[in-house]
């Protein structure tokens, strides 16, 4: 099922392929829990950016795996690259039309102790998912 999303301004669309019943993760981390973030993984393959890439801005720390990119007109933080899975897309599920999703969960992900829960995470961006993480 394919889900439409974007930023406040709509200068960064984007789609992505999804099941209707997801489990979105809530982390606590230094900047996930300042912008609100919450993350729902997807495998690359299943993330269309649909505008130019010259509408992002890409953030970047620590290890410098992470890839964070954020609308240069209204600042959002649609989706980024997460270094828990570098092979996936974290998409902003707060940037997503909900409308076709009929089940949704909430779980909170304890990114302050990254190091020791993000293999948690890791096969959520697997080609071969189905399902979200329940």
């Known amino acids: 099922m394919k889900h439409p999303g974007g930023c406040h301004c709509g200068a960064v669309r984007f789609e992505i392929e999804s099941p209707a019943e997801v489990t979105i993760h809530v982390c606590n981390c230094s900047i996930c ?28 720390f620590n290890t410098h795996v992470a890839k964070h990119y ?37 779980k909170d992900f ?6 020791a829960n993000a293999s948690s995470l890791s096969h959520l961006s697997a080609a071969d998912q189905i399902q979200q993480d329940k």
Request: proline share 6%; with cysteine; charged share 20%.
């Open 33 to 60: 829990s300042l912008v609100g973030y919450q993350h729902l993984i997807v495998p690359r393959d299943r993330f269309s950016l649909l505008v130019h890439e010259s509408s992002l801005s890409l953030y970047t």
């Open 110 to 115: 304890d990114g302050q102790n990254w190091e």
């Open 70 to 106: 954020f609308c240069k007109i209204c600042g959002v933080k649609p989706h980024y690259v997460p270094r828990s899975n570098p092979d996936g897309i974290s998409v902003n599920f707060r940037c997503v039309s909900r409308e076709l999703f009929t089940k949704v969960e909430f």
